[in-house]
Protein backbone atom coordinates (compact mmCIF):
# COMPACT_ATOMS: atom_id res chain seq x y z
CA UNK A 1 0.00 0.00 0.00
CA UNK A 2 1.56 3.18 -0.95
CA UNK A 3 -0.09 6.60 0.07
CA UNK A 4 -3.60 8.05 0.46
CA UNK A 5 -5.43 11.16 0.79
CA UNK A 6 -6.39 12.69 4.37
CA UNK A 7 -9.28 14.22 5.38
CA UNK A 8 -7.76 17.51 4.87
CA UNK A 9 -6.33 16.58 1.32
CA UNK A 10 -2.28 15.62 2.52
CA UNK A 11 -0.75 12.49 0.75
CA UNK A 12 0.14 9.66 3.96
CA UNK A 13 1.84 6.25 2.96
CA UNK A 14 2.65 3.58 4.99
CA UNK A 15 4.26 0.20 4.47
CA UNK A 16 2.69 -2.81 4.50
CA UNK A 17 4.05 -6.37 4.24
CA UNK A 18 1.48 -8.71 1.85
CA UNK A 19 1.74 -12.19 3.90
CA UNK A 20 -0.38 -13.91 0.37
CA UNK A 21 0.98 -16.98 0.16
CA UNK A 22 2.15 -17.46 -3.51
CA UNK A 23 -0.08 -19.81 -5.13
CA UNK A 24 -3.23 -17.53 -4.04
CA UNK A 25 -3.04 -16.05 -7.71
CA UNK A 26 -5.25 -12.43 -7.66
CA UNK A 27 -5.55 -11.41 -4.28
CA UNK A 28 -3.25 -9.47 -1.67
CA UNK A 29 -3.71 -10.07 2.01
CA UNK A 30 -2.07 -7.39 4.38
CA UNK A 31 -1.32 -8.06 8.02
CA UNK A 32 -2.05 -4.64 9.55
CA UNK A 33 -1.90 -3.13 12.95
CA UNK A 34 -4.72 -0.40 14.25
CA UNK A 35 -4.30 2.33 16.25
CA UNK A 36 -6.82 4.19 17.97
CA UNK A 37 -5.28 7.56 16.72
CA UNK A 38 -3.05 6.60 13.86
CA UNK A 39 -3.43 8.73 11.16
CA UNK A 40 -3.55 5.66 8.53
CA UNK A 41 -5.30 3.47 10.38
CA UNK A 42 -8.77 5.25 10.43
CA UNK A 43 -8.88 5.45 6.83
CA UNK A 44 -7.99 1.88 5.96
CA UNK A 45 -11.06 0.85 8.48
CA UNK A 46 -13.36 2.88 5.95
CA UNK A 47 -12.22 1.23 2.87
CA UNK A 48 -15.41 -0.34 1.44
CA UNK A 49 -15.48 -3.10 -1.57
CA UNK A 50 -15.16 -1.29 -4.73
CA UNK A 51 -13.11 1.16 -3.04
CA UNK A 52 -9.57 1.54 -4.39
CA UNK A 53 -6.22 2.48 -3.08
CA UNK A 54 -2.61 2.96 -4.64
CA UNK A 55 -0.09 0.32 -4.16
CA UNK A 56 3.36 0.13 -4.83
CA UNK A 57 5.72 -2.94 -5.29
CA UNK A 58 8.95 -3.44 -3.63
CA UNK A 59 10.81 -6.18 -5.88
CA UNK A 60 12.54 -9.16 -3.68
CA UNK A 61 16.00 -9.27 -3.77
CA UNK A 62 16.30 -12.69 -1.65
CA UNK A 63 15.42 -15.50 -3.73
CA UNK A 64 14.82 -18.83 -1.68
CA UNK A 65 15.96 -21.70 -3.25
CA UNK A 66 13.88 -24.93 -1.79
CA UNK A 67 16.48 -27.34 0.03
CA UNK A 68 19.63 -25.71 -0.21
CA UNK A 69 19.94 -25.12 3.73
CA UNK A 70 18.78 -27.02 6.75
CA UNK A 71 17.84 -24.48 8.55
CA UNK A 72 16.75 -20.68 8.51
CA UNK A 73 17.16 -18.68 11.44
CA UNK A 74 14.81 -15.35 10.91
CA UNK A 75 15.68 -12.26 13.15
CA UNK A 76 12.82 -9.49 13.95
CA UNK A 77 14.57 -6.54 14.93
CA UNK A 78 12.51 -3.10 14.74
CA UNK A 79 10.32 -4.39 11.57
CA UNK A 80 8.57 -6.21 13.43
CA UNK A 81 7.03 -10.14 12.60
CA UNK A 82 5.28 -9.12 9.38
CA UNK A 83 7.92 -9.04 6.84
CA UNK A 84 9.34 -12.22 8.06
CA UNK A 85 6.10 -14.32 7.57
CA UNK A 86 6.52 -12.58 4.26
CA UNK A 87 9.90 -14.91 3.48
Given at each position: MDRT???D???ISRAFT????PEEKGKVDLLVKFYKNGAFSHILEKIQPGNSIEIAVVPSTYKYKKG???HIILIAGG???TPLIHV
Open positions: TTEGKYPITKLYNTGI
